[in-house]
T-cell receptor, first 115, second 114 residues
Protein backbone atom coordinates (compact mmCIF):
# COMPACT_ATOMS: atom_id res chain seq x y z
CA UNK A 1 0.00 0.00 0.00
CA UNK A 2 1.10 3.52 -0.73
CA UNK A 3 1.60 6.01 2.08
CA UNK A 4 3.57 9.09 3.04
CA UNK A 5 4.66 10.29 6.45
CA UNK A 6 5.50 13.90 7.08
CA UNK A 7 7.88 13.90 9.97
CA UNK A 8 7.11 17.37 11.33
CA UNK A 9 3.67 18.84 11.88
CA UNK A 10 5.11 22.33 12.32
CA UNK A 11 8.37 23.94 11.18
CA UNK A 12 9.37 27.47 12.08
CA UNK A 13 12.23 29.33 10.36
CA UNK A 14 13.47 32.89 10.15
CA UNK A 15 13.20 34.82 6.91
CA UNK A 16 16.31 34.27 4.79
CA UNK A 17 17.24 30.93 6.39
CA UNK A 18 16.94 27.51 4.72
CA UNK A 19 13.76 25.47 4.77
CA UNK A 20 13.65 21.69 5.17
CA UNK A 21 10.32 19.84 5.23
CA UNK A 22 10.73 16.09 5.65
CA UNK A 23 8.73 13.33 4.00
CA UNK A 24 9.18 9.56 3.93
CA UNK A 25 7.20 7.34 1.62
CA UNK A 26 6.17 3.73 1.41
CA UNK A 27 5.43 2.22 -1.97
CA UNK A 28 5.11 -1.25 -3.44
CA UNK A 29 6.22 0.07 -6.84
CA UNK A 30 8.27 2.93 -8.24
CA UNK A 31 6.41 5.91 -6.80
CA UNK A 32 5.18 9.15 -8.24
CA UNK A 33 5.60 11.81 -5.57
CA UNK A 34 4.40 15.38 -5.29
CA UNK A 35 4.55 18.36 -2.99
CA UNK A 36 1.52 20.63 -2.79
CA UNK A 37 1.20 23.93 -0.93
CA UNK A 38 -1.92 25.41 0.62
CA UNK A 39 -1.88 29.05 1.66
CA UNK A 40 -4.39 30.10 4.35
CA UNK A 41 -7.97 29.81 3.08
CA UNK A 42 -6.75 28.96 -0.40
CA UNK A 43 -6.73 25.94 -2.67
CA UNK A 44 -3.92 23.48 -3.30
CA UNK A 45 -1.09 24.37 -5.65
CA UNK A 46 1.37 21.90 -7.13
CA UNK A 47 4.95 22.81 -6.16
CA UNK A 48 6.79 19.98 -7.87
CA UNK A 49 6.56 16.34 -8.90
CA UNK A 50 8.83 13.31 -9.19
CA UNK A 51 7.92 10.68 -11.76
CA UNK A 52 11.12 8.57 -12.07
CA UNK A 53 13.11 11.01 -14.16
CA UNK A 54 15.81 13.10 -12.45
CA UNK A 55 16.07 12.46 -8.71
CA UNK A 56 16.53 16.17 -7.95
CA UNK A 57 13.32 17.93 -8.86
CA UNK A 58 13.02 21.69 -9.15
CA UNK A 59 9.68 23.33 -8.53
CA UNK A 60 8.14 26.75 -8.40
CA UNK A 61 9.16 29.59 -6.06
CA UNK A 62 12.69 28.24 -5.55
CA UNK A 63 11.64 24.94 -3.96
CA UNK A 64 13.25 21.64 -4.80
CA UNK A 65 13.06 18.05 -3.58
CA UNK A 66 15.38 15.08 -3.83
CA UNK A 67 14.12 11.54 -4.31
CA UNK A 68 16.29 9.11 -2.31
CA UNK A 69 15.25 5.52 -2.85
CA UNK A 70 17.71 4.12 -0.30
CA UNK A 71 16.20 6.32 2.40
CA UNK A 72 12.61 6.25 1.03
CA UNK A 73 12.59 10.00 1.40
CA UNK A 74 11.41 12.98 -0.63
CA UNK A 75 12.34 16.03 1.44
CA UNK A 76 11.42 19.54 0.31
CA UNK A 77 14.02 22.30 0.57
CA UNK A 78 14.48 25.96 -0.19
CA UNK A 79 17.74 27.88 0.34
CA UNK A 80 16.17 31.05 1.70
CA UNK A 81 12.69 31.42 3.19
CA UNK A 82 10.40 34.33 2.35
CA UNK A 83 7.48 35.54 4.43
CA UNK A 84 5.19 34.51 1.56
CA UNK A 85 6.28 30.87 2.02
CA UNK A 86 4.25 30.60 5.23
CA UNK A 87 1.64 27.94 4.42
CA UNK A 88 0.70 24.29 4.85
CA UNK A 89 2.76 21.84 2.77
CA UNK A 90 1.60 18.37 1.78
CA UNK A 91 3.73 15.47 0.62
CA UNK A 92 1.70 13.25 -1.69
CA UNK A 93 2.11 9.83 -3.31
CA UNK A 94 0.14 8.57 -6.27
CA UNK A 95 -1.80 5.37 -5.74
CA UNK A 96 -2.46 3.39 -8.90
CA UNK A 97 -4.38 0.14 -9.08
CA UNK A 98 -5.80 -1.21 -12.32
CA UNK A 99 -8.09 1.37 -13.82
CA UNK A 100 -8.08 3.49 -10.68
CA UNK A 101 -5.77 6.15 -9.40
CA UNK A 102 -5.78 8.78 -6.75
CA UNK A 103 -3.44 10.86 -4.61
CA UNK A 104 -2.70 9.95 -1.01
CA UNK A 105 -1.83 12.95 1.14
CA UNK A 106 0.41 13.22 4.15
CA UNK A 107 -0.95 15.00 7.22
CA UNK A 108 0.74 18.24 6.29
CA UNK A 109 3.52 20.43 7.70
CA UNK A 110 2.73 23.97 8.69
CA UNK A 111 5.60 26.29 7.81
CA UNK A 112 5.89 29.51 9.80
CA UNK A 113 8.35 32.21 8.73
CA UNK A 114 9.50 34.76 11.30
CA UNK A 115 10.69 38.22 10.24
CA UNK B 1 -9.57 31.83 -16.73
CA UNK B 2 -9.95 29.60 -13.69
CA UNK B 3 -8.90 26.03 -14.52
CA UNK B 4 -11.01 24.24 -11.89
CA UNK B 5 -13.83 26.30 -10.43
CA UNK B 6 -16.10 25.36 -7.56
CA UNK B 7 -19.27 27.02 -6.41
CA UNK B 8 -20.15 28.12 -3.86
CA UNK B 9 -16.94 29.08 -2.06
CA UNK B 10 -18.70 29.16 1.30
CA UNK B 11 -21.84 27.32 2.35
CA UNK B 12 -23.50 27.63 5.76
CA UNK B 13 -26.57 25.51 6.29
CA UNK B 14 -28.63 23.85 8.97
CA UNK B 15 -28.57 20.19 9.93
CA UNK B 16 -30.97 18.09 7.90
CA UNK B 17 -30.82 20.26 4.79
CA UNK B 18 -29.82 19.05 1.32
CA UNK B 19 -27.14 20.98 -0.56
CA UNK B 20 -25.08 20.74 -3.74
CA UNK B 21 -21.58 21.85 -4.68
CA UNK B 22 -20.70 22.33 -8.33
CA UNK B 23 -17.36 21.86 -10.05
CA UNK B 24 -16.26 22.66 -13.58
CA UNK B 25 -12.88 22.33 -15.28
CA UNK B 26 -11.79 23.89 -18.56
CA UNK B 27 -8.52 21.96 -18.93
CA UNK B 28 -9.90 19.24 -21.19
CA UNK B 29 -9.12 16.62 -18.52
CA UNK B 30 -11.04 13.36 -18.51
CA UNK B 31 -10.84 12.51 -14.80
CA UNK B 32 -12.31 14.44 -11.91
CA UNK B 33 -12.25 13.96 -8.14
CA UNK B 34 -13.79 15.07 -4.88
CA UNK B 35 -11.55 15.30 -1.82
CA UNK B 36 -12.58 16.16 1.73
CA UNK B 37 -10.30 18.17 4.05
CA UNK B 38 -11.20 17.82 7.71
CA UNK B 39 -10.59 20.27 10.55
CA UNK B 40 -7.06 18.90 11.02
CA UNK B 41 -6.30 19.65 7.35
CA UNK B 42 -6.19 15.95 6.42
CA UNK B 43 -7.21 15.36 2.80
CA UNK B 44 -8.89 12.18 1.67
CA UNK B 45 -10.36 11.02 -1.64
CA UNK B 46 -14.12 10.63 -1.77
CA UNK B 47 -14.97 9.98 -5.41
CA UNK B 48 -13.35 9.82 -8.80
CA UNK B 49 -14.92 9.91 -12.26
CA UNK B 50 -13.25 9.07 -15.55
CA UNK B 51 -15.13 10.09 -18.69
CA UNK B 52 -18.35 10.44 -16.66
CA UNK B 53 -17.96 6.97 -15.16
CA UNK B 54 -17.55 6.44 -11.41
CA UNK B 55 -14.25 4.66 -10.78
CA UNK B 56 -13.52 5.40 -7.12
CA UNK B 57 -16.12 5.43 -4.39
CA UNK B 58 -14.44 5.45 -1.01
CA UNK B 59 -16.19 4.67 2.24
CA UNK B 60 -18.46 7.66 2.19
CA UNK B 61 -22.02 7.77 3.60
CA UNK B 62 -24.59 7.24 0.87
CA UNK B 63 -25.98 10.68 1.74
CA UNK B 64 -23.21 11.89 -0.57
CA UNK B 65 -23.98 11.42 -4.25
CA UNK B 66 -21.70 12.62 -7.03
CA UNK B 67 -22.99 13.31 -10.52
CA UNK B 68 -21.00 13.91 -13.69
CA UNK B 69 -23.20 15.19 -16.55
CA UNK B 70 -20.14 15.44 -18.82
CA UNK B 71 -16.41 15.12 -18.38
CA UNK B 72 -15.99 18.82 -17.61
CA UNK B 73 -18.39 18.79 -14.67
CA UNK B 74 -18.57 16.89 -11.39
CA UNK B 75 -21.15 17.91 -8.84
CA UNK B 76 -21.59 16.72 -5.26
CA UNK B 77 -25.00 16.48 -3.67
CA UNK B 78 -25.34 15.92 0.07
CA UNK B 79 -28.62 14.86 1.68
CA UNK B 80 -29.64 15.27 5.30
CA UNK B 81 -26.56 17.24 6.29
CA UNK B 82 -24.95 16.43 9.65
CA UNK B 83 -22.61 18.44 11.87
CA UNK B 84 -19.76 16.07 10.98
CA UNK B 85 -20.05 16.99 7.31
CA UNK B 86 -18.51 20.38 8.09
CA UNK B 87 -15.25 20.45 6.14
CA UNK B 88 -13.61 21.92 3.08
CA UNK B 89 -14.44 20.02 -0.10
CA UNK B 90 -11.99 20.18 -2.99
CA UNK B 91 -12.66 19.28 -6.57
CA UNK B 92 -9.70 18.26 -8.75
CA UNK B 93 -9.04 17.08 -12.27
CA UNK B 94 -6.33 15.22 -14.15
CA UNK B 95 -5.68 13.79 -17.58
CA UNK B 96 -6.11 10.06 -17.18
CA UNK B 97 -6.22 8.31 -13.83
CA UNK B 98 -2.45 8.46 -13.60
CA UNK B 99 -2.44 12.24 -13.95
CA UNK B 100 1.26 12.43 -14.86
CA UNK B 101 1.32 16.17 -14.36
CA UNK B 102 -0.40 15.91 -11.00
CA UNK B 103 -3.88 17.06 -10.26
CA UNK B 104 -5.26 20.57 -10.60
CA UNK B 105 -7.36 21.52 -7.60
CA UNK B 106 -10.16 24.00 -7.23
CA UNK B 107 -10.06 26.60 -4.46
CA UNK B 108 -12.39 24.59 -2.23
CA UNK B 109 -15.87 24.92 -0.77
CA UNK B 110 -16.01 25.50 2.97
CA UNK B 111 -19.16 23.80 4.23
CA UNK B 112 -20.37 24.66 7.73
CA UNK B 113 -23.34 22.76 9.15
CA UNK B 114 -24.98 24.40 12.16
Amino acid sequence: AQSVTQLDSHVSVSEGTPVLLRCNYSSSYSPSLFWYVQHPNKGLQLLLKYTSAATLVKGINGFEAEFKKSETSFHLTKPSAHMSDAAEYFCVVANYGGSQGNLIFGKGTKLSVKP
Amino acid sequence: DTAVSQTPKYLVTQMGNDKSIKCEQNLGHDTMYWYKQDSKKFLKIMFSYNNKELIINETVPNRFSPKSPDKAHLNLHINSLELGDSAVYFCASSQGVRGPSGYTFGSGTRLTVV
